[in-house]
């Protein structure tokens, strides 16, 4: 059973950057495609990121976010740059998805989550 455990979330002024951390155990990481993901008020699920040896980002995040992984601490991360309002929500990373990586409905093991809170 793999545990993940998001952190570095927080309140940040818009234009402001965060760096969130996704620390894994209990399982092969090195194995499972990552990704993060995030739900804001009242909303769906948004696909943020995936990395699975290729990186993939949602439409509303690219190049503004980076993706990254390190096997050897089984952490994964998420470096986010000019951030906006919009922005604001729970942050969650998930593992080993069974079908579509865009899909939160598909992703086996999720973490607690982390507040992201972006003042204009």
């Known amino acids: 059973q793999v545990q993940l455990v998001e952190s570095g979330g927080g309140l940040v002024q818009a234009g402001g950057s965060l760096r969130l951390s996704c620390a894994a155990s209990?399982?092969?990481?090195?194995?499972?495609?990552m990704g993060w993901f995030r739900q804001a008020p009242g909303k769906e699920y948004e696909f943020v990121a995936v990395?699975?040896?290729?990186?993939y980002y949602g439409d509303s995040v690219k190049g503004r976010f980076t993706v990254s992984r390190d096997d050897d601490k089984a952490t994964m991360y998420l470096q986010m740059n000019s951030l906006n309002p919009d922005d604001t929500a729970v942050y969650y990373c998930?593992?080993?998805?069974?079908?579509?990586?865009?899909?939160?409905?598909?992703?086996?093991?999720w973490g607690q989550g982390t507040t992201v809170t972006v003042s204009s």
């Open positions: 990395i699975n040896g290729n990186k």
């Open positions: 209990g399982g092969s990481f090195r194995d499972y495609p």
């Open positions: 998930a593992a080993d998805p069974e079908g579509s990586w865009k899909s939160a409905g598909d992703y086996r093991y």
